[in-house]
């Protein structure tokens, strides 16, 4: 912390006192300004794990890239002798490279940090166009157009900006998302308002190599060194926490808003009779419908998967993966709606269970009725259901002439055999014997009524319980 404030203090005072310093020696100020985050970005490469170190190189080759420019811009300024070197090609070149890497370095961010966070980076590109399209048509595009600035620089200043937005979008999006402060992202945000703010402000003017405009641009480089030292830039490309990506309304007015944003700009500017950039309202326009339509179905997509989640939850067994209680009664009640002709209910009881628990402990317990489940799952035909009840209860439902026989013939075949008890104990194998209730469904039974009359069935029949055999009562 203390080498950031240092760093802060020194190049602060450079960026503050810049346009007190003679004209001669501001472009080369403003190179090693430019060029300052280099150090700390190279020290922050050595340090970081492999696998993270993506984003820091396409940030440090964005500072390369910059430099280069800055070089080439400074030469003409401070050595040939022109008084504006921003529309020389290689300057634009490199501002809009730069611009390229810094975005694609914001990208890695937010996949990494958000867990492959693609829509993350979707809501990155729909804000990209929207904010460029807000800026260029009620700010860059007048002035720009006004000062007769050629066709060849407009996109150039066009496209810097969509970059720069894209890249605010993206870090926006990691900070809003992220499960803790992470000061450099910040700061790195920071930084690209800066260069956001000098390349409006030089458009406006009208001035594009006044000296005044270059604060910000020095500024945003200080802040990008200052994030590059601070102790959180370690934090910015490892895992965070998945972000929640679901749809909900303040997504949905974001969205929206995107939409309607570029025609509601466009269209009143023309109410007012000021000039519109028709072309870019309908390139952005056509753009941002399929962004935003690919957006809401991934969100709706999220929504149905997480809705598919809950209701398993709700209604599964956690252990064994059978169907609950509830989704046992809700099966039933449908069977019974179907007709009751054939419909079998066994309601099985665990004989010998509660030693197992006992001597064994309820890891081994838990291990049983694993088995236990598997075995009844792997004798199910199609249509037929088992579900865990409650504790070393379950219940079978199934249809058909002689379907209730099989099953009970199913199950003693597998009472006869024992069962591994868990890695816990060292595979140690249990025996235990099952108690089972059959009851058919009759006219007018509700579920109420077969469960209660296979209970007490499955009771009568503990009334003959034998470990390592199947008891059986019909009620």
Known sequence: MPLVRLYAAVTGVLVVTYLAWPAGVRPWLLVVVALS????????????????????????????????????????????????????????????????????????????????????????????????????????????????VATGLQIFNFVNVFLMAGTLGALLRVSLVSDQRIVSVRLISVSVGFALLENVSAAVTGRSGADWVNVFYLAGFVALGCAALHPSMAWMTTPGQVPDDHLNTGRLVFLGAMLAIGPIVGGGRAMFDLPTDGVLLAVSSAGMVPLVMVRIARLSTARRAAELALRRLATSDPLTGLPNRSACVERIDQELAAGPADLAILFCDLDGFKPVNDRLGHAAGDAVLIAVADHLRAGLRGADLVSRFGGDEFVII?????????????????????????????????????????????????????????????????????IGALSLSHG
């Open 37 to 148: 985050p280099l150090a700390a970005l190279l020290g922050r490469l050595r340090r970081a794990p492999a696998g993270t170190r993506l984003a820091l190189w396409l940030l440090l080759a964005a500072i390369v890239v910059y430099g280069a420019g800055n070089l080439t811009w400074a030469w003409l300024i401070a050595t040939a002798g022109r008084a504006a070197a921003n529309d020389f090609p290689a300057v634009s070149i490199a501002s809009s490279l730069g611009g390229m890497l810094a975005l694609a370095a914001s990208l890695v961010v937010v996949r990494q940090r958000g867990r492959g966070d693609l829509g993350g980076i979707i809501d990155s590109v729909i804000a990209a166009v929207g904010l460029t399209g807000v800026l260029w048509d009620t700010t860059l595009w007048p002035a720009l157009t006004a000062a007769g």
């Open 398 to 466: 199934c249809r058909g002439p002689g379907a209730a026989g099989a099953m009970t013939d199913r199950i003693r075949a597998m009472v006869a055999g024992d069962f591994t008890a868990g890695e816990a104990t060292g595979g140690e194998r249990v025996r235990i014997g099952v108690s089972v209730g059959v009851t058919h469904a009759r006219p007018g039974d509700t579920a109420d009524d077969v469960i209660t009359r296979a209970d007490l069935a499955m009771y009568e029949a503990k009334r003959h319980k034998k």
